[in-house]
């Protein structure tokens, strides 16, 4: 299976996302007093922490849902997120999944990927400008084969198992070739075999062209994915480094893994 090459391609360990000064507060709660980090191209980075340590509003500051009151946010080393509406950031390269999957149920699997091509807000007519029939039915083959449902491709999504329609909605985020792929929870809900089954499409996302970033409690999978982890705690970042080092690290277990 080869990846993707998009027509710019980053350098690996360049940084796909930087995130500086950040402060983020509703009304007087500080949900992030001052964060710093880093994601890279070609890496796998967990994120983890307790409940309310703040990981979904990095991701929501990251999407350009929520603004911050502070900090600057980068991606691809250059472009300043934060002064983008959602849609502008999705199409500069920022993909999310969210954990509750929005696949269309009536259109087989293929159509799903067909059609996420088209969702990017930019017009149809740019799009088949861009794409000719053949290139189109061979990016669909590629993802399909990525996500592992090739088999599945004219089943309909409804049909699908709960696993596989994440699965489904991943391929519809790798469809856009993002440069950064957020995962929240991936997991969650899933039986053993779909989320040992996760883990290795995860693990064939790293891919030199994008960054790929897990917000997840389940520390086994994580531990199994991810190149790199940071440990929030309270909008700060107390360890950065491998997931079995974290195990090891006294601030991180008394704050979490301990508990
Ligand atoms: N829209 C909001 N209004 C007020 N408080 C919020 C809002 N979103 C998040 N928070 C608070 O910010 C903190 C971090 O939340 P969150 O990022 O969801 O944590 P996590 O995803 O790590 O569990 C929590 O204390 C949460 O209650
Ligand atoms: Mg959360």
Redesign the pocket.
């Known amino acids: 299976m080869t990846a993707v090459t998009d027509q710019k391609n980053p350098t690996p360990g360049a940084q796909a996302i930087q995130i500086d000064g950040l402060r983020v507060s ?1 009304g007087d ?1 500080v ?1 992030i007093p001052h964060l710093t980090f880093i994601a890279r191209y070609g890496e796998v980075h967990g994120v983890i ?1 307790p ?7 990095m991701m929501d500051v990251i999407t350009g849902k929520t603004k911050p009151k502070k900090g600057t946010v980068r991606l691809d080393g250059s472009i300043d997120l934060l002064g983008l509406d959602e849609p502008t950031i999705a199409l500069a390269g920022v993909g999310r999944k969210f954990q509750k999957p929005s696949v269309f149920e009536a259109l087989s699997v293929r159509e799903n990927l067909e059609i996420a091509l088209r969702l990017k807000p930019r017009s149809i007519l740019a799009e088949l400008r861009n794409w000719s029939d053949r290139r189109r039915v061979a990016r669909v083959g590629e993802v399909l084969n990525e996500i592992g449902l090739s088999a599945q491709a004219d089943l309909s999504a409804g049909v699908l198992a709960h696993g596989q329609k994440q699965w489904l909605e991943i391929g519809m985020l790798l469809m856009q070739r993002p440069k950064l792929l957020m995962l929240d929870e991936p997991v969650a809900g899933m039986t053993d075999e779909e989320t040992s089954h996760t883990a290795d499409l995860v693990r064939r996302l790293r891919s030199p062209e994008r960054a790929v970033l897990v917000i997840e409690h389940d520390m086994a999978f994580v531990e199994e994915i991810a190149d790199r982890v940071t440990v ?1 705690h309270e909008g700060n970042p107390i360890f950065e480094g491998r997931m079995e080092d974290a195990r090891q690290d006294a601030q991180v277990r008394a704050v979490y893994l301990g508990r």
Request: charged residues 10%; positive net charge; without cysteine.
């Open positions: 509703f709660f949900a922490g409940n309310g340590a703040g990981k979904t509003t929030l």
